[in-house]
């Protein structure tokens, strides 16, 4: 079966700090979509990054990194100096073996206190 | 484009009352999908469709309704509403179908069943 864990439920630092969100899935599939979503206060879901099984290269988008390790299983995230304005819900999520459905991990909510 | 439109933001319906959650898009995306969103729960796939005309039960089809007549519109309807549908629902849009592709999502709608 095909699963998605966030295990942090919630994590509150304190800004500027580096933070990283754990997203560990599996799947039987050889071709895969990986996700990762943000979901801030005011309810939007917001797409960050899109990730295929065969591209393993850790990518970079300005404060906001992503480290994809096929061998653990996981798709991490991590947010650099971080801000206030970071705070949200984070979600993972994961393509399904029909490709029409997408698995998603239950959330990390990530408070960045000034 | 207006992207992903959802109407109504918010909605108060009581045991047994019908409804139409409506969602359209204007971005010519053959796949279009709902989903629920339930507290420290991650996203759960309703119906989906890859197309008009052609519509699919995901992960949670059970007590709603859905067709797609055109391209752009895919509305939910509720046929006996239950307190256990009180939830947030997305609507979501790809192109080309699948949950391969970038899914862009509306602003959601509330609902509360009372």
């Known amino acids: 079966a095909q699963k998605v864990t966030q295990a942090q439920t919630e994590i509150s630092v304190v800004e500027k700090e580096d933070v990283t969100l754990d997203c560990v899935y599996e799947?039987?599939?050889?071709?895969?979509?990986l996700f990762w979503y943000k979901q801030p206060p005011s309810g939007e879901l917001v797409f960050l990054i899109r990730r295929n099984s065969f591209d393993e290269q850790n990518e970079i988008s300005g404060r906001y990194s992503w480290n994809f390790q096929k061998s653990t299983s996981s798709f991490n995230f991590t947010i650099t100096a971080s801000q206030v304005v970071d705070s949200a819900v984070y979600f993972c999520?994961?393509?399904?073996?029909?490709?029409?459905?997408?698995?998603w991990g239950a959330g990390t909510k990530l408070i960045i206190k000034p | 484009n207006a992207g992903v439109t959802q109407t109504p933001k918010f909605q108060v319906l009581k045991t047994g009352q019908s409804m139409t959650l409506q969602c359209a898009q204007d971005m010519n995306h053959e796949y279009m999908s709902w989903y629920r969103q339930d507290p420290g729960m991650g996203l759960r796939l309703i119906h989906y469709s890859v197309g008009a005309g052609i519509t699919d039960q995901g992960e949670v089809p059970n007590g709603y309704n859905v067709s797609r007549s055109t391209t752009e519109d895919f509305p939910l309807r509720l046929l006996s509403a239950a307190p256990s549908q009180t939830s947030v629902y997305f609507c979501?849009?790809?192109?080309?179908?699948?949950?391969?592709?970038?899914?862009?999502f509306g602003p959601g709608t509330r609902l509360l069943v009372l």
């Open positions: 799947t039987r599939d050889t071709t895969y979509y």
């Open positions: 999520a994961l393509s399904d073996h029909s490709n029409y459905q997408l698995i």
């Open positions: 979501a849009s790809s192109s080309p179908p699948g949950s391969l592709e970038t899914q862009y």
